[in-house]
């Protein structure tokens, strides 16, 4: 399909009905008719919202049960119209052989549609109530319909794929729905359940007036599922699910309900308005697109995130509670109070990350909230802003067509770092009780970020307009540097300095810590960097330490300095392991990875000390962050040559490791490094060992699911009978969703170049790209460094698909199929394809080019360091 980028007025060819109503002539451009383009224009939002009001849409899907049939639907849309004056744009991107027939308050009127639109002419509608009634075919395009369950997902202007809307955030609905489905399938929507007709084959799940939500989070889930009913503080919870592993099943159930119930109660107790709609239900779906989807009273989740089993890890089940509590709090925030415009979506989903952060402090019992905070946000957030496709917080946006792009890790993690900084700036009291005050303002509406911030600002004294400019509207981090000057073993002067890391001279006003680190203690002071330069007085007179450990509290954002001036980096790395407190460990790792990416850190070095300090390391959670890093540096950024030399040591290292650590789930993550990095003949022969007697290393517990992770890591090193292996593995599963998950995979496991290439050139296909989860592990796999001499001529169209991604993928879908495919190389080639890519394209898509360049930030990095190892 192709792409549709300009939001000029077109030219029109209307029907005769219209003609006399509708022009795109400059005279009738003057008098302000409404263009008639593709998506959902903000020039059309804003009229359609001064004039429409009161909808309601009566909707009625007839679902077969065969997903390749037809779903008839039909609906009455009632609404109020404060003025008459325009045509009436229904939005509706499908064909317009799926519209049957429209009525117009009681009429039967000619179909009219063009560019995504149903036209009601004005002579059909009249100032106050109308109804509009309309028997049409729905799209299939956002119904994720499988063999025996379907649900939909509608973020950010989905709706309109399935049936006739109106489809922007500012315009609330209600909505009340009829499902007639097989007769063995269950339904869950946003409102609760009326009653069920049954008759012959089919029965109707008819389901009461919903409360009055945004149109992308209308829901429903229809299917073969399970259901399980509790009452957690006196409120009932559905849970439906597909899940079949009694062990996952019985150790699971339990604490998701309880999240739940803790979340729930957290939020109504910090806003201090009770929970704000008629039920709250959720669902457990296999391969979700997302971890999890905040549809009021029917949130959906990723399957695989909330079934843990005995060997789930701390990060796993930190992860599960995490996730639980963003989608809860997002009733509060984006579902009471919604984004006027989806340039503002990033409001939602900062405070759904910022509270759930602080949800987990409850319903995790042993969770460090600012370890969490630390690893969950800073290695993501930097992974865009560090790059030349690095995108602001807030976001322009002319159509909502294009909304998908503007989502990312920078909205879901540096605005919570920002949001935290803004927090302790303002003081906590002050900041909770300014958003008591937006969430109150402005319940079951939509708001902006500006009106947000005019009543945080009322409630300090700080220049928020300056600080929000820099922090929210500006892309980029802050580069740190120092001058410690020293007397007698005493600090005379310590002075911090940031600029822009694009050498520009902005400030990020902010607060962090620095540490003094003594053979015996540590001394921690507060740095506020409220200037370009500040001169840290608190630290005069102190004691020259042994090193100074920049942002020692997690806190800062951008990439600070490692102290090196006093006696040799090799020595102060090690003694970071002395470090008591786990946040100034991992703030230390993250400040060394961001500083090799940088260039002021050999990757040779820092995979030796990731290693070392993956045996000394205590905090799981930490050795979850040194064991990603080694294994990024080892693939990433290692000539071939210089990982085939260290192979054999840093497997035998983390083996050892392995044998020697106490914990459970620190073994595993331990163990799944060592699987990750193997390649000598010895280490693939032992993984095969493990896989093929199903007998995990003493004190290793894994999983069905580990195990054929294991089988695809066999087939990927091409161990003899791998694809043996991998069917061998299917038969041993019995859940058939992951049984079809395994099999798609399997064609970019194989050992056959010929067969990887049919894969590959399947996926060009949109019917083969539906299960996004799916395709983005296989891409993983087909692009890995062990098999990139093969599959380096797949980028060039891997990248020629990425503007039809956007347009038939889900929001995330684009940046998962650039970073699966791009993310390990590191080849002069491999960068050339991209800049030449670019090059010929001066007029590319500016948000999509930013995701190309965000995803190619490390090849570019690569080649330069892997250039400078030989």
């Known amino acids: 399909m192709k792409q549709i980028t300009s939001y000029t007025l077109k030219t029109c060819a209307l029907s005769l009905s219209l003609l006399a109503a509708v022009s795109c002539s400059q005279t009738a451009t003057q008098s302000n008719v409404l263009a008639i383009e593709s998506g959902v224009s903000q020039q059309l939002a804003v009229y359609r919202k001064k004039v429409i009001s009161k909808i309601n849409y009566n909707l009625h899907l007839t679902i077969p049960p065969q997903k390749s049939d037809p779903i008839a639907a039909s609906e009455v849309i009632t609404l109020t119209l404060a003025r008459n004056e325009q045509p009436l744009q229904i ?19 000619p179909i009219t549609f063009q560019n995504e639109h149903i036209l009601i002419d ?84 008819r389901f009461q007036e919903s409360d009055t939500i945004s149109t992308y989070l209308f829901s429903f889930v229809a299917g073969d599922f399970d259901l399980v009913t509790r009452t957690e503080a006196g409120r009932p919870m559905n849970f439906y699910h597909r899940e079949t592993d009694s062990s996952k099943l019985k150790l699971s159930i339990d604490p998701i309900f309880k999240i739940h119930a803790d979340a729930l109660s957290f939020m109504e107790d910090y806003t201090k308005i009770p929970y704000p709609f008629q039920k709250f239900d959720f669902i457990a779906i296999p391969d979700f697109q997302y971890g999890g989807m905040e549809h009021v009273g029917a949130i959906d989740y990723k399957a695989s995130t909330l079934f843990l089993d005995e060997g789930a890890t701390k990060d ?21 109070v919604t984004m006027q415009w989806f340039n503002d979506v990033w409001m939602k989903e900062v405070f759904a990350n910022f509270m759930a952060d602080k949800i987990s402090q409850v319903t995790m019992a042993d969770s460090n909230y600012d370890l969490k905070f630390l690893l969950s946000h800073f290695p993501a957030a930097y992974g865009v802003d560090r790059t030349a496709g ?50 109150k303002t402005y319940a079951n509406s939509n708001a902006t970020w500006p009106q947000l911030i005019e009543i945080l600002d009322a409630r300090t004294p700080a220049d928020l307009q300056a600080w929000n400019q820099v922090w929210v509207n500006e892309t980029g981090r802050p580069q740190f540097n120092y001058e410690l000057k020293t007397a007698e073993n005493k600090i005379t002067s310590f002075t911090i300095s940031q600029k822009g890391e694009d050498v520009s001279d902005r400030l990020w006003p902010q607060y962090f810590e620095v540490a003094l ?44 300095p490692i102290e090196q001036k006093h006696g040799s980096l090799e020595r102060k790395l090690l003694s970071i392991a002395g470090l008591k407190d786990p946040v100034m460990r991992a703030s230390a790792y993250i400040n060394l990875y961001e500083n090799m990416l940088a260039g002021n850190v050999n990757p040779d070095l820092l995979l030796h000390f990731t290693a070392t300090m993956a045996a000394k390391e205590t905090e799981e959670l930490n050795i979850r962050l040194l064991t990603n890093y080694l294994g990024d540096v080892y693939w990433r950024f290692l000539t071939t040559e210089r990982r085939s030399e260290v192979a054999s040591l840093y497997e035998k290292e983390l083996w050892q490791t392995m044998q020697n650590q106490k914990s459970a789930n620190a073994k595993k993550l331990l163990f799944k490094a060592y699987q990750d990095i193997a390649l000598t003949p010895e280490a693939t022969k032992r993984l095969y060992e493990v896989w093929n007697t199903q007998q995990a290393p003493n004190g290793v517990k894994l999983t069905e699911d580990d195990y054929t992770s294991l089988a695809l890591a066999l087939a990927l090193r091409e161990y003899p009978d791998g ?99 791009f993310s390990t190389y590191q080849s002069a080639s491999a960068a050339a394809v991209i800049r030449q890519f670019l090059a010929e394209r001066p007029n590319y898509n500016p948000k999509l080019k930013g995701k190309i360049l965000q995803a190619a930030d490390n090849v570019y990095r690569a080649e330069k360091l892997v250039t400078q190892q030989q």
């Open 316 to 336: 796993q089940r930190v992860s599960r509670a995490n996730l639980i509590a963003h989608e809860t709090a997002h009733m509060w925030f984006g579902d009471l």
């Open 390 to 439: 690095a995108n602001p917080i807030r976001q322009k946006l002319e159509n909502l067509q294009d909304a998908g792009t503007l989502y990312g890790n920078i909205i879901y993690h540096k605005a919570p770092i920002m949001m935290r900084q803004l927090e302790r700036l303002m003081g906590e009291a002050d900041f909770k009780d300014g958003l008591r005050e937006y969430l």
């Open 517 to 560: 680190v003594y053979p015996d203690r540590v001394e921690e002071l507060t740095v506020n960097m409220a200037a370009q330069q500040v001169d840290l007085k608190e630290a005069i007179g102190k004691e020259q330490p042994d090193f100074i450990l920049f942002n020692s509290s997690g806190q800062g954002y951008g990439l600070f």
């Open 723 to 821: 694809n043996t292996i991998l069917d061998n593995q299917l038969e041993r599963i019995k859940n058939p969703d992951r049984r079809k998950r395994l099999q798609f995979m399997m064609p970019a496991l194989s050992a056959d170049v010929q067969v990887r290439d049919a894969f590959f050139a399947s996926l060009k296909k949109e019917e083969n790209r539906e299960k996004e989860a799916w395709v983005a592990s296989a891409l993983g796999y087909l692009h890995h460094p062990l098999r990139s001499h093969t599959s380096e001529k797949y980028l060039r169209e891997s990248l020629e698909l990425v503007e039809e991604i956007q347009l038939t993928g889900d929001i995330f879908f684009p940046t998962n199929w650039l970073q699966a495919t």
């Open 122 to 205: 004005k002579k059909y509608l009249k100032v106050g109530e109308n109804k509009i009634e309309i028997d049409f075919i729905a799209g299939n395009m956002s119904l994720n319909r499988n063999d025996d369950y379907l649900y939909t997902l509608l973020v950010p202007d989905r709706a309109r794929t399935v049936f006739p809307v109106f489809d922007q955030p500012d315009l609330k609905a209600t909505f009340t729905l009829t499902l007639s489905i097989p007769r063995n399938w269950k339904a869950l929507a946003n409102a609760p359940l009326q009653d069920i007709i049954a008759k012959d084959d089919q029965k109707s799940y």
């Open 91 to 109: 939005d509706f991107k499908e064909q317009e052989s799926n519209i049957k027939s429209i009525k117009a308050n009681g009429r039967t009127i």
